[in-house]
Every structure is written in structure tokens, then in C-alpha cells.
């Protein structure tokens, strides 16, 4: 079983995960597949947004542990410290394509959404829960530091005390609260009722201009992490990049109209030179 399906409706991709039996855990499968899937949605230009969700009772267990088969990985020798961060880095990638990703990404939750779960979720544009849904730093609970994104992603979310108490405690964040402190954007009833209204957001998305979209995450992903006079000066560059009377002209017709106006999908990315 694969740990995943992807499939694209118009602008709108979505990504299913389809191992209910482990709470979709992320075993091989899903650090080998899920990078490549999203990157090739970015570099194609024709996906507008796309919403992330899962079969059955639970959103996401985290690392599914058969990934160590082998063993768990040690540090005991230089040669072994050296090549150790290269592995955590893998990882961390993985997971760095959603938020480079050239259009907004929705995740639906249900369930438990632990551990690398909630790495993958801290990556997402948008977070709409179903009521049932919980979230925990769970790597405090196993003997170890999160490392995959949680404690980088999550103070720029919520309140930097409700992360470290999450952190320290390995304590449970459910739906309700998760959204009264900025993490979730909205909460359902269940589990269909979160997709349906992810889904939605993703088609709303699809009727804004794509190149205005992909530098308006572009710009609130830079502002985060640089000063807001560094960000400013970094706007006003983009936006002479992708500065479109194209596009404006199209918005501000189809408004005018009570129309939905239509774009061009953003440009395929080459991969390399071609011959």
C-alpha cells in the first residue's frame, strides 16, 4: 500500500494518505515518495493549491518506526557525527517542500496529528481541523528532541509559552484550543466536514491570480524570518518581478462583472539546461 495518493481536479491537487491501519505513519514510503510528488506539482505551474488529508480515525502517528528496522541510529564515533546531521537534514527537506512550495498548502486533520505529523502540518499555509483532532510534540515523551520543524515553525504560530509548555510536558493540544491561539484556522465537525471545507478553500484559492499568490506566500514566508525593513525592501523587488497589468486588469474586470476572472497557470520550471 502506498502512503499516499495524489490527485488534481483543475488547480486544485490533493494528497491523501492511505495507511489507516498504522494512523498513516510515515514509514519509507512517505520520506522516499513525498518530496519528489510535491516538488513536480510546484515545478508543472498548473497547481493552484493543494490540500492535504488522510483516511480513517487519525490524521498522522508521526514516524512509523519500522523506518529504524535496521536499528536506531547511533553517534558513537566521529565518522558517525559527521554523517548524522545529513540524515536529520533528509528529513527536515521533506518536509521544507510544502512551505516552498509555489502555492498555498491545506491540511485537513483529523485524529491524532503527533510527532512528524505536526512537523508536517507547522509546514502548511492553512490548518482546518476536524473537532476531534489533537496535536503533540511527541518526541519529549520517546527520550528524544524534535528536530523536523515543530519547535523552528511553531512559535511563529502561537504564543511562544503554549509551545514550550507542549514541548516540556509532551502535553496534548486539542482542536478547540488549537484554534483559540492562532494554530488552527478553522474547526469542523468531522473529519469529511474539515475536507469539504479545505477543499473549498483550495477553490477559492484557484480563482486569484497564480503569480500574486506565489509571491504572497513567498512574501509572508520571508517576512518571518528577516527584519520587516529587510522584508519590505525584499517586496518591493518581488513585486517588480511579477508586477502583471495583465492580471489586475483581469481581477478588477471580473469584479466589476460579479465574474469569476481566469489566469494563466504559473510557467513550468525547467529542471536543468536543455539541449
Excluded at 28 to 56: N, Y
Aim: charged letters at 20%; one cysteine or more.
Amino acid at each position: 500500500m502506498p502512503a499516499f495518493i495524489l490527485t488534481q481536479s483543475g488547480g486544485v491537487a490533493h494528497l491523501r494518505f492511505t495507511n489507516p491501519q498504522t494512523s498513516n505513519a510515515m514509514g519509507a514510503d512517505f520520506w522516499a515518495d513525498f518530496k519528489p510528488a510535491i516538488d513536480a506539482l510546484s515545478q508543472s505551474g498548473t497547481t493552484r493549491a493543494l490540500v492535504i488529508s488522510a483516511e480513517g480515525k487519525n490524521f498522522c502517528s508521526g514516524m512509523d518506526v519500522s523506518v529504524f528496522a535496521s536499528g536506531i541510529p547511533t553517534t558513537k564515533t566521529p565518522t558517525a557525527r559527521e554523517a548524522f546531521p545529513a540524515f536529520i537534514q533528509h528529513l527536515q527537506n521533506t518536509l521544507d517542500c510544502l512551505e516552498t512550495a509555489r502555492f498555498p498548502v491545506i491540511a485537513a486533520i483529523q485524529g491524532a496529528c503527533i510527532g512528524g505529523g505536526l512537523d508536517l502540518v507547522a509546514a502548511c499555509d492553512l490548518r482546518i481541523a476536524a473537532n476531534d483532532a489533537y496535536f503533540r510534540i511527541e518526541e519529549t515523551n520517546i527520550g528524544m528532541m524534535a528536530d523536523l520543524g515543530s519547535l523552528q515553525r511553531l512559535p511563529k504560530l502561537m504564543p511562544e509559552g503554549v509551545v514550550r509548555e507542549l514541548a516540556y510536558l509532551g502535553s496534548t493540544l486539542d482542536a478547540t484550543r488549537g484554534h483559540a491561539v492562532g494554530f488552527i484556522n478553522a474547526v469542523e465537525a468531522d473529519a469529511e466536514a474539515a475536507l469539504k471545507a479545505a477543499m473549498n478553500t483550495a477553490e477559492r484559492i484557484t480563482t486569484k491570480a497564480p503569480l500574486a499568490m506565489s509571491g504572497t506566500k513567498a512574501a509572508i514566508t520571508y517576512a518571518r524570518d528577516h527584519s520587516t525593513r529587510d522584508a519590505l525592501n525584499w517586496a518591493s523587488t518581488m513585486q517588480t518581478l511579477l508586477w502583471n497589468p495583465e492580471d489586475i486588469q483581469k481581477a478588477v474586470m471580473a469584479r466589476a462583472k460579479g465574474e469569476t476572472p481566469t489566469f494563466d497557470d504559473l510557467e513550468k520550471r525547467r529542471e536543468g539546461l536543455e539541449g
